[in-house]
Every structure is written in structure tokens, then in C-alpha cells.
């Protein structure tokens, strides 16, 4: 019995298939760049908010140079002032910068008109928090002296607090006004004004840490001003963008301009364990550096370095990160999970190939990120301080690839409101490792204590990762949201 359908020669059929298989290899390439939540998409999300936490980083690593280059003292004193800033203005920057989720979520369900209330909402925990932040400064100096530290480090650890915190509710206020961008995924705005600010940062650092003509030559305190003035710069920056025409209307910000007691309710439901996670972050870090600062001014000082370079891994990071928390909170409100998870899965994949590169940086090449503040120190000790960072840096590669998959997931479970998570897992993780450092502290030899303490800030750093890979796992967070799906809009 004949066929229907007559057969092609083996050979002709062979080059079809293979013609076939090529053709179905090069559209699933094309799809795993292109598709939505592709590796495309994470990247033009996640490039800008690299660039623009990046230039955070520079911008930290600049003063702690300049500072370097200025006095080894002020090199020392400056990380404990910088970590209790952010601890001090962690709570409030983590719940208004919350208002990425909603505005991503908003955006994701149609529900626009909703993004302006949220914005001037979120702003209002800049003004709420500022009362803490002057009690915070007036008591800066018994803080840093109640740890033990140098009589010579606590005078500059407390001018620098004291004044960083006058720029603390320009940090919590710029938050929220960024999340206008952030959330609806236009982060090429955010990284222009990061870029200028940071830009301006740096010129004001070396015009007010060396002096420069008429302007006093002011160290650390220099350091400081020039922090707190571009952060208010970026606030005015960040409102004339938003409060463009083209933005009024479409977004409510003018029907918005009103305290919403739900609306601020629901922010701070879910801001605030977020925010409390940041800032369980920021006081676990604070204590570990509090405490290495009591062994001496030489480990402080390698501390200060090893954190610094730290950055130019850490902060990127943190940056891809927002974008998977963007993404999947866009498609929670689209209730499309299944692209939430290609997002995250991909912002994964590029996190942990930037991490590895540094990786192999920090153990092979420690010497070469050390040149720029070799130059320009003139410390006796200096030789001591180098050794000590390049043995540091080693605890430094090993944590490296567990930050990243602790900020990826976490991020990714921030985005579809599962926060409450966080706070908990947070909190047990902080007050677990930080109890079992203090305890070991006392039992320990001296020569040991560095070794002890980066030990424990690994091990806090293993455990995130371990509990937010568990919980992304689980999948819980596929059914939350943190909007209603039937918002009245404004």
C-alpha cells in the first residue's frame, strides 16, 4: 500500500531537520534575550540602577580615598560614621522607597492615577523621622564613646554623624520621589541624576576635605557637607522631573497632593518590615564594625578598606536587584508569575557573573585595588594596614556569591509584598550571629578577634541566602500583592 504522502530522500530529510533544529536553536536564543523578562528586559531595567548605585559606591570609595590621602585617622573614623547613618535613616529610606513596589504594581494593573498619592505619601516619612535623626545627632558622641573606640577616632566619627544626619530626610524623601521613576521602570532618569549628584559629590569633597582658595581646609567634616548638600540637590532634581506637565495629570499627582491615612497605612504594613529589615541590617553591620573599631585603629582602618572595595561588588548587586523587584512586582499586578520568575531567574544568572569576576579580583589580584590609597598615605603604619586588607579581602570573595543570591531572592520576594518574611528571617538571622560574635568576643584572644568577627559577618551572610533561596522555593509569594485590585482611582 502507497503512502500518502511520498517520502523525502534520508539525506534531504537529514539537512531539513537540521536546518529545523538550527532554525528552533537560534528563535530560543533569540527568545531567552528577547522574550518578556528576558535578559533584555532585566537589563535595561537593571543597568541604570547598577549605574546609579554604582555611582554610589564611587562615591564612597572617593571619600574614604580622599580621606586616606588627607589622614589616616579620618580614613578610620569615617566607615562607623557612614554604617550608624545609614542604620539611623534605614527605617524611614525602606518604607517611602517601598513605594516601588506600589507604583510598580499600580502600573502593572492599569491603576496610574494611583502612583501620585503614593509618592507624596511615601514623602511624608522624611518628615516624620526627623525628630529621631536630631535626637540621633545630639547623642552621636556617648554613642560612639559607649563602644570602646579611640578618644582620637570618637571627636570625627561624631562631627561627621552630626552632620550626615541634617542630609538624613533628603535621603528618605529622595526615595520616594525616585520610586516615581523606578517603579514604572524608567531607571535611565535615575541614572543621569545619580551620576550628577554623584559628580557633585565629588567636586565639593575635594574643595572642602583639602580647602581650595577661600574655602577652609575641613577633613571628614568636608566630607560630610559635600554628602548632605548633593543629596538635597537630588530631591529638588528628582521633584522638577516629576512635576513636569506630561506627569500631572496621568499620574494624580495634583489630585494626590493629600495625606491618605489608608493609603499611608498600607505603606507602612508593608514598608515597614522592609524597612526594618534594612535597618536590622544596618545595626547588625554597625555592631560588627563598633566592635572591630575596640581591637585597634589599624584593623578599623583595613576594616574601612576591605568595605570599600566591598562596595564596587555589593552596591551593582543591589542595583540588578531592584530591577527583579520591579519586574516581579509589575507582574504580580498583571498576574503573569511566570514571568516574575523568568526575571528573577535571569537578573540571577547576570548578578552572579558580575560577582564572579570580582571574586576572582579579590583573591588574585588584591595588591591592585590597594595602589589608589597606597599613593597618597603617608602613615607609619600603612604596611600593617595593606596586609591586614589583603587577608580580609579573602573572607570578602568567599561571601561575595552568597550576597548576591541573598539580595536577588530577597529582592525578588520584596517585590510581591512578602515582607512580613523578611522582617522575621531578618531579625532571628541579625540577633543570631550578632549574639554568638559578642559571646565569642570575650573567650577569644585579641590576635584572633578580626579573624572572629568577619567570621560571623560570612556566616550572617550564608544564612540569608540560605532562608530567602528556601523561601523564593517555597513560592508563597506567587499569591500576594500589596494593592487592591479594584482601587478607586483619584
Known amino acids: 500500500m502507497e503512502s500518502p504522502i511520498p517520502s523525502a530522500p534520508l539525506s534531504q530529510n537529514s539537512d531539513s531537520q537540521q536546518q529545523e533544529s538550527n532554525t528552533a536553536d537560534l528563535r530560543s536564543s533569540e527568545s531567552f534575550w528577547s522574550q518578556p523578562c528576558g535578559i533584555r528586559d532585566v537589563l535595561s531595567v537593571g543597568i541604570p540602577m547598577v549605574v546609579s548605585t554604582l555611582s554610589y559606591s564611587i562615591m564612597q570609595f572617593c571619600d574614604r580615598l580622599f580621606l586616606a590621602w588627607h589622614s589616616e585617622l579620618e580614613m578610620a573614623a569615617i566607615m562607623p560614621a557612614v554604617i550608624l547613618t545609614w542604620t539611623a535613616s534605614a527605617l524611614p529610606m525602606g518604607i517611602s522607597s517601598y513605594a516601588n513596589t506600589f507604583v510598580a504594581q ?47 577616632l570618637v571627636p570625627l566619627e561624631t562631627s561627621y554623624f552630626q552632620i550626615a544626619c541634617l542630609g538624613s530626610p533628603a535621603v528618605v524623601i529622595e526615595a520616594a520621589i525616585a520610586a516615581f521613576f523606578i517603579g514604572r521602570g ?100 554597625s555592631l560588627f564594625v563598633l566592635f572591630i573599631g575596640q581591637i585597634g585603629e589599624m584593623e578599623a582602618a583595613a576594616t574601612t578598606i ?51 569576576f570580582f571574586v576572582v579580583l579579590y583573591l588574585f589580584t588584591p595588591h591592585f585595588f590597594l595602589l589608589a590609597h597606597a599613593a597618597g598615605t603617608q602613615g607609619a603604619h600603612y604596611d600593617g594596614i595593606q596586609s591586614t586588607t589583603v587577608f580580609l579581602l579573602r573572607f570578602v570573595a568567599f561571601y561575595c556569591l552568597f550576597d548576591c543570591v541573598q539580595i536577588i ?82
Open 106 to 152: 499600580y502600573c502593572g494593573s492599569g491603576q496610574q492615577r494611583m502612583v501620585g498619592a503614593i509618592i507624596w505619601n511615601a514623602c511624608c516619612f522624611g518628615i516624620l523621622f526627623l525628630p529621631v535623626f536630631l535626637l540621633l545627632a545630639f547623642f552621636a558622641g556617648s554613642l560612639f564613646s559607649a563602644f570602646g573606640h579611640s578618644p582620637a
Open 306 to 356: 576591605a568595605f570599600s572595595l566591598n562596595l564596587l561588588a555589593f552596591i551593582p548587586v543591589v542595583g540588578m536587584g531592584m530591577s527583579v523587584s520591579i519586574l516581579v512586582g509589575e507582574r504580580i499586578g498583571s498576574n503573569e508569575v511566570h514571568l516574575a520568575k523568568r526575571a528573577v531567574r535571569n537578573g540571577m544568572i547576570i548578578s552572579l557573573l558580575y560577582s564572579l
Open 186 to 285: 524608567k531607571t535611565m532618569i535615575v541614572m543621569y541624576v545619580s551620576l550628577g549628584a554623584t559628580a557633585i559629590n565629588l567636586l565639593l569633597d575635594w574643595w572642602l576635605i583639602f580647602g581650595i582658595g577661600s574655602i577652609p581646609e575641613m577633613g571628614i567634616q568636608g566630607a560630610a557637607w559635600a554628602t548632605t548638600v548633593s543629596v538635597w540637590l537630588k530631591v529638588i532634581c528628582y521633584l522638577l522631573l516629576m512635576l513636569r506637565r506630561e506627569n500631572r495629570e496621568p499620574f494624580g499627582l495634583q489630585t494626590g497632593f493629600k495625606l491618605d491615612r489608608r493609603l499611608l497605612g498600607r505603606l507602612f504594613r508593608f514598608g515597614f518590615p522592609s524597612g526594618c529589615q534594612l535597618w536590622l541590617e544596618g545595626l547588625a553591620i
Open 409 to 490: 531572592y530577597s529582592s525578588a520576594l520584596r517585590g510581591a509584598g512578602d515582607t512580613r518574611f523578611i522582617l522575621v528571617s531578618t531579625l532571628f538571622n541579625s540577633v543570631f550571629f550578632v549574639t554568638i560574635g559578642i559571646s565569642g568576643s570575650y573567650l577569644i584572644d585579641v590576635s584572633f578577634a578580626l579573624t572572629w568577627w568577619f567570621s560571623m559577618i560570612t556566616g550572617w551572610i550564608l544564612g540569608f541566602a540560605m532562608i530567602f533561596w528556601w523561601r523564593y522555593r517555597a513560592e508563597v509569594w506567587t499569591g500576594m500583592s500589596v494593592i487592591q485590585p479594584d482601587e478607586p482611582t483619584r
